[in-house]
């Protein structure tokens, strides 16, 4: 599961690298960040002192032991501690 903020942070057209990316996009359930999600989202930030809302997000829609792929781990690890949430982050 994403949102449409981190599929616009990775799509750039879905060709040549990108390929596998198309393939992939249409398996994944993509919610909107919403006004919900967006206020869920800033209350993260606050509990983590961070500030990039679109990883608030994401973490917000992980479950406990979920796997996120992400370029930026260490952002995404203070979120999941200040949320509470044992999630696995991999690297890509």
Known sequence: M????????????GRGRQ???A?????FDVRALDRDLGLRAGVLLGKAGSSDVIDAALVLLAEEGDE???????????LALAAGLAVELTPV
């Open 23 to 27: 393939s992939f996009l249409p398996g």
């Open 2 to 13: 994403t949102h449409g903020g981190v599929v616009g942070q990775v799509w750039r057209g």
């Open 19 to 21: 390929a596998r990316l």
């Open 68 to 78: 996120i792929l992400t370029s930026d781990a260490e952002d995404l690890r203070a």
